[in-house]
């Protein structure tokens, strides 16, 4: 895992209503809330990861809840359009029954690459699947009361990106990141790390006469792909300016160090540390249950609690 992009760290997304968005995830999903703090940006709006027991990369899902004033996203090219998890064998019908209960849209199973995979929208319009893989994933899941181990989402499959042309964004993939294309399906192209064995697909959907997609609620904002340590970002960092590509500095998350970039197909990308991991001001056993703020922020931590959605009522 030295030296290489390990897949991804996490994907996050836009949604309006917080807790709407807390309640699904958290409840519907089974996912647990590894870490509730706010917008690094604007911190009057909050910043949730959600993943496994540890919040370990290739399982963190995040979101920025804006609220509904905010317009609804479009899905099109120069965008990630659908967010896979993988799921046991045998769990599509569970899901099946569970959505249908919870009045969430899906379609029925269908198939590609030899997986079977469910597609769902969640309440803000964000496309997943839900995934059979080929090779069983042992990864342990968080699980609830409702959602128990032999159903439970075990972290990422796949993110899929629909693109007018995949040449130069499958150049990132392979030049710089180490990706492999392994399967071709139609206009589907799946690529592949073999730095790690879960959370590292890539598809690329090439589009041609499709117009470009509007990120907005129930968007994808941006893939985090992860990396080691904050040592191997930076040795990154050089390979995308060698690539001719424009990359922000280091910056501290808290719980990762980031790099941003926009690939040429106009997604937006980071690179994204292992370290320091989310168990920094938190116990394990404590993940998510504080609102978690920036240094910066502490000293409104009243304010910012006054103006922050309730999400436990």
Avoid at 197 to 213: C, M
Avoid at 217 to 226: D, E, L, Q, T
Wanted: no cysteine.
């Amino acid at each position: 895992m030295e030296n290489t992009i390990n897949g991804i760290h996490h994907i996050t997304a836009i949604a309006g209503d917080a807790k709407t968005n807390y309640d699904f995830y958290t409840r519907v999903l089974g996912l647990r809330m590894v870490k509730k703090t706010v917008n690094f940006d604007d911190p009057n709006t909050y910043h949730f990861y959600y993943g496994d027991e540890n919040g370990t990369p290739g399982s963190i899902l995040t979101f920025f809840p804006w609220g509904n004033q905010i317009p609804a996203g479009r899905r099109g090219t120069r965008q990630a359009t659908e967010i896979g998890y993988s799921v046991p064998e045998g769990s599509l019908d569970f899901w099946l029954k569970r959505l249908e209960a919870n009045k969430i849209t899906y379609n029925k199973p269908a198939e590609k690459f030899g997986e079977q995979y469910l597609t769902f929208l969640d309440p803000d319009g964000l496309k997943f699947e839900l995934t059979v893989p080929k090779i069983s994933d042992n990864r342990i899941p968080w699980t609830t009361s409702e959602v128990t181990a032999d159903y439970a989402t075990r972290g990422f499959h796949n993110i899929t990106i629909t693109t007018n042309n995949i040449e130069e964004t499958a150049k990132v993939l392979t030049d710089i990141f180490g990706y492999r294309l392994a399967e071709q399906h139609v206009n589907r192209f799946r690529f592949v790390t073999d730095a790690v064995e879960n959370a590292n697909i890539v598809d690329l959907v090439e589009a041609p006469g499709e117009r470009a997609g509007h990120v907005a609620k129930g968007s994808v904002h941006h893939i985090a792909f992860r990396v080691a340590n904050d040592d191997i970002l930076m040795e990154f960092r050089q390979k995308v300016l060698d690539a001719g590509l424009q990359i922000t500095d280091k910056i501290d998350r808290n719980y990762f160090y980031s790099l941003y970039f926009r690939e040429p197909g106009g997604v937006l990308f980071e690179i994204a540390s292992d370290n320091p991991g989310f168990a920094t001001d938190e116990t394990v056993e404590q993940l998510g249950s504080g609102l978690m703020l920036p240094p910066q922020y502490e000293p409104r931590r009243e304010q910012i609690v006054k103006v922050l959605p309730v999400l436990n009522q």
